[in-house]
């Protein structure tokens, strides 16, 4: 196996890392989501605002130690946490115009989660890859050589 094809082959283990992590904050934020917005009352906001800090949770150590876990990282954390808030923030604006918008249509939230999981599938992959986690992934430390 060449250079290229090790490289493949590790972006789809970590595609498919990626997709288990993605999961389980889906389904995770959905059941309390559910919990949320049936048992407890809360209206779209509060509900979706609930499930996604839980959701959120699960998915960043999932995703920070298992799909794009390096050593290189845990020098970064103050770093790629608040990537990760930031990235998370915005998120949660669109997530919630998404599943708004289509309750204002006469669908309901819980299909409104699955056309936004949709979306954040390929949305937060370029993001976690290119922006949270990948600050430092690439990073290689700089030698003390002088030049002659």
Same mark, same amino acid.
């Given at each position: 196996?060449?250079?290229?094809?090790?490289?493949?082959?590790?972006?789809?283990?970590?595609?498919?890392?990626? +997709? =288990?992590?993605?999961?389980?904050? /889906?389904?995770?934020?959905?059941? #309390? @989501?559910?919990?949320?917005?049936?048992? !407890?009352?809360?209206?779209?906001?509060?509900?979706?605002?609930?499930?996604?800090?839980?959701?959120?949770?699960?998915?960043?150590?999932?995703?920070?130690?298992?799909?794009?876990?390096?050593?290189?990282?845990?020098?970064?954390?103050?770093?790629?946490?608040?990537?990760?808030? +930031? =990235?998370?923030?915005?998120?949660? /604006?669109?997530?919630?115009?998404? #599943? @708004?918008?289509?309750?204002?249509?006469? !669908?309901?939230?819980?299909?409104?989660?699955?056309?936004?999981?949709?979306?954040?599938?390929?949305?937060?992959?370029?993001?976690?890859?290119?922006?949270?986690?990948?600050?430092?992934?690439?990073?290689?430390?700089?030698?003390?050589?002088?030049?002659?």
């Amino acid at each position: 196996m060449n250079k290229k094809q090790k490289r493949q082959r590790r972006e789809l283990i970590q595609i498919g890392e990626y +997709l =288990i992590s993605g999961g389980l904050y /889906f389904w995770t934020g959905y059941a #309390v @989501f559910f919990v949320a917005d049936t048992f !407890l009352g809360l209206n779209l906001f509060w509900a979706k605002m609930v499930a996604n800090i839980v959701g959120w949770s699960v998915n960043y150590v999932v995703l920070r130690f298992w799909v794009f876990a390096n050593p290189n990282l845990k020098k970064h954390k103050v770093d790629v946490t608040g990537k990760y808030a +930031l =990235i998370t923030l915005i998120n949660f /604006f669109l997530d919630y115009l998404i #599943v @708004f918008g289509l309750k204002q249509l006469g !669908l309901s939230p819980y299909f409104g989660q699955f056309v936004s999981a949709g979306f954040f599938t390929v949305w937060n992959y370029i993001w976690y890859k290119t922006f949270v986690f990948a600050s430092h992934i690439h990073h290689r430390p700089r030698t003390n050589k002088t030049k002659k």
